[in-house]
Every structure is written in C-alpha cells, then in structure tokens.
T-cell receptor, first 110, second 114 residues
Framework: NAGVTQTPKFRVLKTGQSMTLLCAQDMNHEYMYWYRQDPGMGLRLIHY???????AKGEVPDGYNVSRLKKQNFLLGLESAAPSQTSVYFC?????????FGPGTRLTVT | AQSVTQLDSHVSVSEGTPVLLRCNYS??????LFWYVQHPNKGLQLLLK??????LVKGINGFEAEFKKSETSFHLTKPSAHMSDAAEYFCVVSDGQGNTPLVFGKGTRLSVIA
C-alpha cells in the first residue's frame, strides 16, 4: 500500500496563475481532507469530503475549490493564486477517527 | 465546537530527562484526542490516540498521555528524551460524535540537548 500520496511535491506559481493539487489514497477510506500548514499556526482545514461526490468547507476555504469525483482522489484547486496561499499543503484520509497524512506539497506564490 | 491549546510553543530538554508537552482541550461532546509528531520536512505521524477507552494511553517510541476530563487536559509525556525525539508535536481534538474533521493545536517544538 502506498497510503496517501500527493502530487506535486513542490511548485512555484506566479500571482494569478491556477493549479491543481492531487491527493490519492489506496486504503478505501471514505473521508478525505485538505489542510494547510503555516509557521506557528498548526494545520488548518481547508475543505473536506465525507464520500465520493461530496465536499464541505473547513476553517479556511476562501480561494480554494475541491472535487471528489472518485473515492480514491481528492483534488484541491487554486483558481487565482495569491502570495497568501504560500504554504505547505497536506492531504489526509480516514476511515473513522485516525487520519493518515500524505507527505505534503510545498507551494510558493510569488 | 472543539478547540485545543498547546501551552508551550517550545520546550527544550536534555537527553535522558523527562519530556512533558502540555495540552488543554475544549469539546462539546466526549472528544477523541490525538498527538501527532512531525519531524523536519516530513509529514505527520500518529503517536497515540484516546477514543473513550483507557484514560492512560500508550503510544509509539515510549510516549504516553493521560486523559483528564476534570482538567480538560491531555498532556504528552516520555520518561527519557532521546535526540531523535526532536520534532514538532501537535495535540489534536475531534468531536467524538462522528467523523468530524480534526482541530489542531498550534504545535510545540521539542528540542533535545545532548
């Protein structure tokens, strides 16, 4: 099992550009999550999904969109990147309470 | 709504001495509580979890935590620090009613001095 994988690992964007981060899990988990991690802030939830075809907003959803077309994949989109979105992004999946995290994507917006 | 407060942003200990990382929580329901560890430039790894079973929870690498409902605390301890314990530690709470998302504390950076 690969667990939770994230693509890409690193990305640099210019302000106003768009991109999509891909999260994939092979554990057949229903629940998937996108977090961002900023220094001194811990992890903050952006969006999450409780099953295929469903999504919900988290604590900091503005500027992001998500889609869960397949159970194993959870996509995070930035429509028009801003410097404030420079962060490390983590995806996670869970079956019940314990969440399994991917290795992270380091995004820099200049 | 849940929240969690990690009382120290940075803790420094000498190798071989005890570790105490403090965490207080707030939850409307019977919570599930977790400690995660993150080594530099790595993802998060679950250390231990409390989900309404025994109040003293043992985790990996010699860590343990005690759930104290009366004090709304879930402090993480280890009898003897090792250099490899140097990392960022996150206390996390979840609403015990269901699969609601996790709420993270801001983290405590543990330094271990040789």
């Amino acid at each position: 099992n690969a667990g939770v994988t994230q693509t890409p690992k690193f990305r640099v964007l210019k302000t106003g550009q768009s991109m999509t981060l891909l999260c994939a899990q092979d554990m057949n988990h229903e629940y998937m999550y996108w977090y961002r991690q900023d220094p001194g802030m811990g992890l903050r939830l952006i969006h999450y999904s409780v099953g295929e075809g469903t999504t919900a907003k988290g604590e900091v959803p503005d500027g992001y969109n998500v889609s869960r077309l397949k159970k194993q994949n959870f996509l995070l989109g930035l429509e028009s990147a801003a410097p404030s979105q420079t962060s490390v992004y983590f995806c996670a999946s869970s079956k019940r309470y314990e969440q399994y995290f991917g290795p992270g994507t380091r995004l820099t917006v200049t | 709504a849940q929240s969690v407060t990690q009382l120290d942003s940075h803790v420094s200990v000498s190798e071989g001495t005890p570790v105490l990382l403090r965490c207080n929580y707030s939850s409307s329901y019977s919570p599930s509580l977790f400690w995660y560890v993150q080594h530099p430039n790595k993802g998060l790894q679950l250390l231990l979890k409390y989900t309404s079973a025994a109040t003293l929870v043992k985790g990996i690498n010699g860590f343990e935590a005690e759930f104290k409902k009366s004090e709304t605390s879930f402090h993480l301890t280890k009898p003897s620090a090792h250099m490899s314990d140097a990392a960022e530690y996150f206390c996390v709470v979840s609403d015990g009613q269901g699969n609601t998302p996790l709420v993270f504390g801001k983290g405590t950076r543990l330094s271990v001095i040789a």
